[in-house]
C-alpha cells in the first residue's frame, strides 16, 4: 500500500510538472506568435506609409515631358526654369524619404550607431535650416534663429540631425496657404536641459489631428491607432528623441500655427559609480565616523 501511494505521488507530480512544462511552452508559443503578428503588422503599415510618401514627390514627374516641349515651343523660359526648380525639389524630397526610410530599417536590426557627445547646437540648427532656405515653394518662407552661440547638447549628432530636419520639413509643409515663417529658438531648461523650440505659422492641425500626432509621438509603433497620412518622420522623430534622452511636445490651432518643444539633456547623464563616489567624499568630508555609534 505504502508503495503504491508513493508512486501514485510520484505519478501527480509527474503530471503536475508536465501540465507546468506545456502550459509554459504554450503561453511562450502565443506570445511568440503575438510578436510575429504585431511585427507583420507594423512591416504592412510601414509600407503603407511608405508608398503614400513617394506618391507625391514622384507625381510631380508625370506629365513633366509634355510642359518642358510646350514651354520651348513658346520660348517660356522663365516656366522652364520654375520647372527646372521643382524638379530638383521633387528630387531631394525623395531623397529625404529614402534616407528616413534607411534610418528607419537601421532602427530596427538595432544597428544603428548611438554615439552621444557634446555639440554645439547653434551651428546644428544652421545645418538643418540650410536644406529648406533653397527649396521652391508657391507662398515665401522665411526662417529665424535664436541660440546663443555657447548653448551646448549632449547627443548623438546623426539623430539631432535627423530629429530637426523632420521637424523643419513639417513645419515647412505645413505653409502652404500664404506666405509664413519658421522660428527655431533654444535656451537653457531647468537642470541640465535644453529646450528648442520649432514654431511655424502655417496652417496648424485641427483637435483630431493634434491628438493623432501626439499618439504617434508617444506610441511610435502602435500601427493600430496611426492614419498612414502621419508619415515616416514623425515615428523617427519619437524614437530618437527617446535614444537620446529627451522628449517632444508639440500645441497647434488652426490658423495659427503649430509648435514642437524637444527637452534635451545639456550634459553626459551621471552615473551611478560616480554619485557613489561623491556620496563617499561628502561622507569622508564631514567626518562621518565621528557621529556614528
Known sequence: MEIQQKQTTQWL????LGL?????????LNSTNQKLKKLTEAREYFISIIAHDLRRPLHMFQGMNELVSY???NQRFDAIEKLAKAIDDAGSNIQFMLDNLLTWALSQREVLPYHPQKLDLYPKLEEATAVFRSLYTKYPVSF?????DTLQIYADPNAIE???RNLIANAHKAIDTKPGNISLEAEAYETRQVIIRINDTGSGMSPAQLQTVREVLSHPLDSQTHPISSGLGLILISQFVSINRGRITVDS???TGTSFALVLPADKPVSSGTVQQKLLRFLRKINVSKVMP
Open 13 to 16: 507530480i509527474a503530471s503536475v
Open 20 to 28: 507546468l512544462i506545456v502550459g509554459g511552452l504554450t503561453y511562450k
Open 71 to 73: 514651354n520651348l515651343k
Open 144 to 148: 529665424s534663429i535664436n541660440c546663443p
Open 162 to 164: 535627423l530629429i530637426l
Open 253 to 255: 490651432s488652426l490658423g
